[in-house]
């Protein structure tokens, strides 16, 4: 089905990193820009945009893009899951929508109701459907095929997650620095007139960019972690509250 729903936009916004008002922000741009058709194409110049976030791929953008995002071809933006996650990228981290017309244009504020309320839906069981019992918990008790979650261990994974987050990113630019200061320092003129160093530059820029993508699906992971266990709070919560009002 290439036309999604407004919640449908959500949890893919979600999946990719879009959270808070990003996330109802985010929902609203796709809506303005391809009413939620995973399939539209505008080929009109200055356009050649593809997908829900009609990402631009014109030009010298295209290849530029392609490698960024790991795609083969212009048509994987028609996957929902991988226009997201660039559009994700394009907006600084789901951050700043200035890239989208739709946005500094205003037309993405008529979808913005719709979109906030798909937002507040977003990350509620989602990747599972509705499973019933099977396959849930560890729990032999009853037929009500519930689990448990522990938000403190949630919490603690969240921490951990940020931690190695911020290693690899001081790796990352400790590999640059150093390989760069190797191929000045070992290669002198003859690099420099070779190309050698440049290349050699290029390579660890390259691989500090791919350490750095790896930290930052590590703090996602983190921010998800955390995500769950205040939800898993707020359930415990209420769930005590409303047993301590039925017994008085």
């Given at each position: 089905m290439s036309k999604l729903t407004a919640e449908q936009i959500a949890q893919h916004a979600y999946d990719a990193g879009f959270r808070g008002e990003n996330l109802t922000t985010a929902v609203a741009v796709a809506m303005a820009e391809s009413?939620?058709?995973?399939?539209?194409?505008n080929d009109t110049p200055p356009d050649d945009s593809y997908g829900l976030w009609q990402i631009n791929m014109l030009g010298d953008m295209g290849p530029a893009r392609r490698k960024e995002f790991g795609l083969d071809s212009n048509k994987d933006l028609f996957d929902p899951a991988e226009n997201a996650k660039a559009a994700y990228e394009?907006?600084?981290?789901?951050?700043?929508?200035g890239p989208w017309s739709t946005y500094t244009n205003g037309a993405y504020k008529k979808h913005l109701d719709e979109a906030e309320k798909a937002a507040k839906k977003a990350g509620q069981g989602s990747g599972g459907g509705s499973g019933g019992g099977q396959g849930g918990g560890t729990g032999g008790q009853g037929s009500g095929g519930g689990f448990s979650a522990n938000p403190e261990a949630l919490r603690k994974y969240a921490e951990r997650a940020e931690s190695i987050a911020?290693?690899?990113?001081?790796?990352?630019?400790?590999?640059?620095?150093?390989?760069?200061?190797?191929?000045?320092?070992?290669?002198?003129?003859?690099g420099a007139e070779t190309g050698f160093s440049d290349a050699l530059g290029n390579f660890s820029k390259g691989l500090e960019k791919q350490v750095r993508t790896t930290g930052?699906?590590?703090?996602?992971?983190?921010?998800?972690?955390?995500?769950?266990?205040?939800?898993?709070?707020?359930?415990?919560?209420?769930?005590?509250?409303?047993?301590?009002?039925?017994?008085?």
């Open positions: 009413s939620g058709n995973t399939k539209s194409h394009i907006a600084g981290d789901g951050k700043n929508f911020d290693a690899l990113e001081g790796i990352g630019k400790r590999t640059v620095n150093s390989v760069t200061g190797i191929a000045k320092d070992s290669f002198g003129k003859v930052s699906n590590a703090r996602k992971l983190g921010e998800g972690a955390t995500d769950a266990a205040k939800t898993y709070q707020e359930i415990d919560e209420r769930s005590a509250a409303e047993l301590k009002r039925i017994m008085g």
